[in-house]
């Protein structure tokens, strides 16, 4: 495939632009007296991120619900709020080499960021420098649904007047590569930035 096969590109953030150190959750924990994986496991369980990513809760109510949580389990508010506070001033660090291959890509077509994402989103491009980086940004807390849902892919296919059928998804997450290609969208399962080159038919170096 080259860039000149499709008329937009649908790129996810985190696990492809982002990249996030778990180490760094690992360490609030010791930091703070939890147990191992207890920041993570609060912040992650499904049905509270799902209601934070579809906008159903704010970030700010999604992080207050995590700093209960982890209160409720292990019995430190005081703890729990810590842990929260300094999980909060994280915000990842930005592949550059990522970055530029999605430079190269927007002199041909244009390409949308579509993340599943809390109301945060946005000050966290601005705060990564990325707040330029795509001609539109689908942040599902915006919209009130989240990928594998193919009406967010159609949504950023729409941001920019493109044919689904003629855009091409790259998501480090399996099941939403497979259910893009389910509602007829070219798709990139990404595992590295040599692999997404190649996908895009850059040239090498």
């Known amino acids: 495939m080259t860039v000149q096969e499709f008329d937009a590109l649908l790129c996810d953030l985190d696990g492809v632009l982002r990249l996030w150190d778990a180490e760094e959750m690992r360490a609030i924990d010791r930091a703070t007296g939890l147990p191992d994986g207890s920041l ?60 530029a291959l999605l430079r190269w890509v927007r002199r041909t077509v244009p390409v949308v960021l579509v993340s599943n994402a809390t109301t945060r989103l946005e000050a966290d491009l601005a705060a990564l420098g990325l707040d330029r980086a795509f001609d539109a ?6 919209i009130g649904f989240a990928k594998p849902d193919p009406r967010v892919l159609h949504a950023a296919a729409g941001r920019v007047g493109a044919d689904p059928a003629r855009c091409l998804f790259v998501d480090d997450t399996a099941g939403h590569v497979e259910a893009a290609r389910a509602a007829g969208l070219r798709a990139h399962h990404y595992r590295t930035a040599d692999g997404l080159r190649a996908a895009l038919g850059h040239p090498p170096g």
Do not use: C, K, M
Not at 62 to 71: F, K, P
């Open 40 to 99: 993570a496991a609060a912040a992650f369980h499904p049905p509270l991120l799902d209601a934070a990513v579809t906008g159903r809760i704010t970030d700010e109510q999604w992080r207050e619900r995590v700093a209960a949580g982890l209160a409720g389990a292990h019995g430190s508010r005081d703890a729990a709020r810590d842990a929260v506070r300094q999980w909060s001033v994280l915000t990842g660090r930005v592949d550059a080499e990522v970055v």
């Open 137 to 142: 940004v689908v942040n599902t807390s915006r």
